[in-house]
């Protein structure tokens, strides 16, 4: 979960040609607790390694079958990964095992290993299954050494098999490890959690019921912290941060006020380890009964359990692993070519993975506990990460409405406003906005209907309780248009005065960008607009220029693999059926792309790549050759907007008539469905947080821009765009993104996901450079820090 101080990558470009995995063995295994999304990594390191050239190995039931070996140790080929994409839990199962913890264990597992010349490792597990592997490797070469007094290998054998290269991946819900800003199947695990929460909403609201939630979490409180911050609980309870000694009466009065105010329901989450600040645990039905007790509330307990482990893994935890799997192919072909490579852990920092040293994140991932059992909270709480504190801080925010003689005195109106089409998570970002900007002791005012509403004067103030419950909504409550200001302008000044509008707050896709640098244009003929502006990216497409991910995507990208997951099935019982799926996105490949990696898609087309008749012939000639495998299926997708001529009836006429008497095809239009539903933990938690910084930005940027009794600002800075890029969230005025937009496409220039379509394309089998560089290399460093704002994984 830490990110790494002062990355030192070289770029080895150049060394990829090299990278040649003819001769060499690679076997993966699960080990400890499984996690939606294992399969996927194993899917990638099966399919990279075979791609290089690689003998790929299953060790099957994890350490427990490298000790046994046998029928556990199987060679993999492509077919036999297929279909495991979308399966949650690991197909290869895992074990705890005793007996590799001893030295005679281990003795055996490395005969096992010598057998079938297997000197790579790739282990998915969690830190206790990363840390035995190392010292697996730290033995490796006594080990032989004892196997040839034996007399059970050869000398010839000890000198092909001399050293044991080990890669780990960490396969985990909790997000405990400290050196990724996400491990494998967490995204997953907090889908489970929110499904259930917004199921439980329902009943709880019809009875006025308080409910009391256990999620999974002994050591680590992010699935609990994550999980309320995304459904809006009114408490949380996680081993890094026990309450202070009087929180029952607290809580209580909490819920009391809460009843008050016409709320029908309470929602209190418990991390499973949860406890006080003596160290003594804090359980569901110990707060079932005090709130029972103090209050008289109708109030029932849910434990989630092992359903937070299961599942199909959701698009994020696909990807997650399938970028892992196959940087730690690479990882492994390197290390062979050189002596004593430390073990290292493939992790996700912010858009990359990259590698670190194993064991200096194991050693982090220690001292977190350490703090927590000297009850140096506040310690754990920073070790964990800024991410971690981040949500802490966010969720205190806006879990409680502060008495208005504890607010600051604030003369300020902040407006808040949705433009564009809806996006799930729009309305997370308003009801954070709305509460923090309360927080602050601004009035905020909604404006209904983007700004046709505002032109036409629909506004009014908008409440802390007006927006209770807004997290978990599709859509935007407050109604979107994709009208510009620009015809509309000195009717928006008239109401911005008739209101006293001294901030604005924009939420949307490339129409709310347009509209936001039509009102810095307009700054010298009208100074209602001389006030701070922010724009938050919030659009399905992903299109936006300043920002690698917006509020939205993630949800819908979870509908189109679920689409296609279900479309995939229902090929299971034809034979040789090819389905040409078509994708949203303006110009804008990012949902195909991206949908395309997570679903497993055999080809997907773009407007950002160019392709002609002859490309679309090879890819009919390559799903003619996969026919004839045991993988009688195809999945091709298309964004709607990839080629003017090439359309989706074109396309899919095309493999309909060369397919004759191979495969038969079928076309889905997925539509405006990839819009709808409830939006994803990302994307809540996201337009969460990025809410309530931009209105920590709009407060500053106030009181800087306040003088002789008005607000009054015309700097390039003072109209931006919140964006993430990378690692950070970045303002940046929107005048300057206006030089990295293509306004006709509406797209950015230049787009980071498209480093992500060469390892879509292997993962399919087909021939393509893969540029190294755009991965991760070994990071040389001698600290590891507590991670930073996080991009992909920021939930």
């Known amino acids: 979960m830490a990110g790494t101080a002062g990355p030192k990558r070289q770029d080895t470009r150049k060394y990829f040609e090299n990278l040649d995995g003819a001769g060499k063995c690679i ?52 077919e036999s990964v297929s279909s495991m994409l979308q399966v949650g839990g690991t197909v290869i199962g895992s074990a705890r095992c005793k007996e590799f913890r001893t030295h005679e264990g281990r003795l055996k597992a490395a005969l096992n290993l010598v057998k079938h010349s297997i000197t790579n490792l790739c282990v998915i597990g969690g830190d206790g299954s990363l840390t035995g592997a190392n010292l697996f490797r730290e033995e490796w070469s006594g080990l032989l050494n004892e196997l040839v007094e034996q007399g059970l290998v050869s000398e010839e054998e000890v000198r092909s ?29 907090l889908h489970r959690i929110i499904e259930v929460v917004d199921a439980i909403m329902t009943t709880a609201q ?55 105010e016409r709320k029908r329901l309470n929602i209190i989450i418990v991390a499973e380890g949860a406890i006080d600040c003596h160290n ?96 140096k909270f506040e310690d754990a709480v920073r070790l964990r990460g800024r991410s971690f504190e981040n949500n802490l801080v966010t969720y205190r925010l806006l879990s409680h409405r502060k008495a208005d003689s504890e607010l600051p005195s604030s003369s300020f109106n902040v407006a808040v406003l949705n433009v564009g089409a809806p996006a799930a998570g729009m309305n997370g970002a308003v009801r954070s906005a709305v509460r923090v900007g309360i927080t602050e002791g601004h009035k905020m005012f909604a404006v209904n209907d983007g700004f046709e509403g505002f032109y036409k004067g629909q506004i009014k103030e908008i409440k802390w309780g007006d927006v209770g419950g807004w997290t978990g909504q599709g859509g935007s409550l407050l109604g979107t248009k994709r009208t510009l200001p620009g015809a509309h302008l000195d009717k928006i000044a008239e109401q911005m005065r008739i209101y006293n509008i001294n901030a604005l707050l924009v939420i949307g896709g490339f129409e709310a960008f347009e509209s936001l640098l039509q009102l810095y244009e307009a ?164 337009g969460t947080k990025v809410a309530a910084k931009a209105i920590q930005w709009v407060t500053k940027t106030l009181k800087e821009s306040f003088k002789g009794g008005r607000v009054f600002t015309n700097s390039p800075d003072t109209a931006c765009l919140l964006g993430m890029r990378r690692r950070a969230m970045v303002f940046q005025p929107v005048s300057q993104l206006r030089d990295e937009t293509d306004f006709v496409h509406r797209i950015p220039k230049e787009q980071w996901w498209l480093k992500l379509r060469p390892l879509m394309k292997i993962l399919a089998k087909y021939k393509t450079s893969y540029d190294v560089s755009d991965s991760g290399q070994l990071e040389h460093v001698t600290q590891i820090r507590p991670r930073e704002t996080k991009t992909s994984a920021d939930i």
Not at 213 to 231: F, I, K, N, Q, T
Not at 238 to 257: A, F, G, N, T
Not at 332 to 347: G, K, Q, R, Y
Not at 366 to 374: I, L, T
């Open 27 to 78: 076997a993966v295994l699960t080990s400890g607790g499984d996690a939606q999304g294992m399969n996927a990594a194993v899917r990638a390191v099966v399919r990279m390694g075979i791609y290089v050239g690689a003998k790929v190995y299953f060790i099957h039931e994890g350490y427990q079958g490298m000790v046994d070996g046998g029928d556990n140790i199987i060679e993999a080929t492509w």
């Open 280 to 375: 003594k645990p804090i359980t569901c039905d110990y707060i079932k009964d005090l709130v029972v007790r103090r209050l008289g509330f109708d109030t029932r307990v849910t434990i989630l359990g092992h359903v937070q482990r299961g599942g199909t893994p959701s698009a994020f935890d696909r990807i997650l692993a399938s970028r892992m799997g196959v940087e730690a192919v690479l990882a492994l072909l390197e290390a062979s070519d050189s002596d004593n490579t430390p073990a290292c852990v493939v992790s996700l920092v912010g858009n990359q993975a990259v590698r670190l040293p194993l064991m200096e994140c194991v050693q982090m991932t220690q001292e977190v506990q350490k703090a927590m059992d000297e009850k």
């Open 161 to 189: 098999n001399s050293e044991l290269h080990i890669v780990g991946m960490v396969g985990s819900i909790d997000n405990d490890f400290c050196g990724t800003d996400m491990t494998i199947g967490t995204d997953s695990a």
């Open 523 to 686: 700054r010298a003929d009208f100074q209602e607009f001389c006030i701070p502006m922010c724009m938050l990216p919030a659009t399905i497409s992903n299109n936006m220029p300043g920002t690698d991910l917006s509020i939205g995507a993630d949800t819908a990208i979870n509908a189109i693999v679920e689409t296609c997951d279900r479309i995939k099935q229902s090929a299971s019982g034809t034979k040789r059926r090819v389905f040409i799926i078509e994708t949203m996105g303006g110009y804008c490949g990012y949902l195909a792309t991206v949908g395309g990696l997570a679903a497993g898609a055999d080809t997907v087309y773009i407007y950002e790549e160019p392709f002609d008749i002859r490309d679309l012939q090879a890819n009919v000639e390559h799903l003619t050759q996969k026919m004839k495998t045991s993988i009688q299926r195809g999945l091709v997708l298309r964004n709607e907007n990839c080629n003017e001529n090439f359309n989706t009836d074109f396309i899919y006429q095309l493999y309909s008539e060369e397919g004759q008497g191979v495969f038969d095809c079928r076309k889905n239009i997925l539509g405006h469905m990839q819009q709808g539903g409830a939006p994803s933990p990302f994307d809540r938690n996201f």
């Open 206 to 260: 019809s009875h006025q019921r308080t409910f009391v939630l256990e999620v999974m979490g002994r050591h680590c409180g992010y699935l609990a912290m994550v999980s309320a911050l995304a459904c809006g609980a009114d408490w949380v309870f996680i081993p890094e941060m026990p309450p202070e000694d009087d929180w029952e009466d607290v809580m209580c009065q909490k819920l009391s006020e809460n009843r008050a």
